[in-house]
């Protein structure tokens, strides 16, 4: 492995993701870049699928999929298939990078007139020049990653605040369902588990809460009064 290169951990179960790699694009490059890069992916815990695909590459991580044009080797006479194919690609995938290996100020030079002359929007895609292959698929995994665990913690951020919600929902519905008399908390704990809102509740028969919870029959039958007799939830209730 080249000294320096990007290093995964595996956050997304047991694999750190998926790397699907095109065959058109494989076969055009040189034997010993795809070793390295097979030799990588396999270090790193990613699975290596080869499949006939627009792009060069397309990495999933953490459920994200993020599709690559892979330019490894920069020809300055033959600039506009690679623009036209990246114009074509671009509204095909919501997540598009390409990454333009540019070793000779000769190349550079070529990218910066070619960019422009070819009228792209920044950003879309976004570009990501890079001096050799290697680097460039280093940047590869680090875009294809990054993009996995921000996913992940937007996931687990929005669970936190699921649950913090289902927590306050309870607590609420516990202290209605024990305003009413003879029902306490552990019978508020089964009918929420059993029904599951007030609003449900207020619609269940006598007969349903006894064949769902361990509620007395009295308890039953003060819920049933409770929520569906005017005559008795509108009437002043003394100890």
Request: charged share 20%; proline share 4%.
């Amino acid at each position: 492995m080249k000294p320096g290169l990007y290093s995964v951990s595996a956050p997304f179960g047991n694999a750190a993701g998926v790397c699907i790699m095109s065959n058109a694009w494989k076969a055009e490059q040189d034997p010993s870049l795809i070793s390295f890069i097979s030799s990588f992916l396999s270090s790193n815990s990613f699975r290596l699928n080869f499949v006939s695909i627009s792009p060069d590459l397309i990495f999933n991580c953490g459920g994200v999929s993020i599709a690559f044009v892979f330019v490894t080797k920069w020809d300055c006479s033959n600039v506009a298939s690679i623009f036209s194919r990246v114009k074509r690609l671009k509204g095909q995938f919501a997540r598009l990078y390409v990454i333009a290996t540019l070793s000779t100020k000769e190349q550079n030079d070529s990218f910066m007139r070619s960019y422009f002359q070819y009228e792209m929007d920044f950003g879309k895609p976004a570009f990501v020049p890079v001096t050799d292959a290697e680097m460039g698929f280093e940047k590869i995994v680090k875009i294809s990653h990054s993009h996995g665990v921000c996913k992940q913690q937007k996931v687990a951020s929005k669970l936190k605040v699921e649950r913090k919600r289902t927590v306050q929902d309870t607590n609420m519905f516990i202290r209605v369902v024990t305003s009413i008399p003879n029902i306490n908390k552990h019978d508020a704990n089964t009918l929420y588990q059993a029904i599951g809102s007030v609003e449900a509740i207020a619609k269940t028969s006598k007969e349903d809460i006894l064949a769902n919870t361990d509620l007395s029959s009295d308890k039953a039958e003060m819920l049933t009064r409770f929520f569906q007799d005017p005559e008795f939830y509108l009437s002043p209730k003394f100890n």
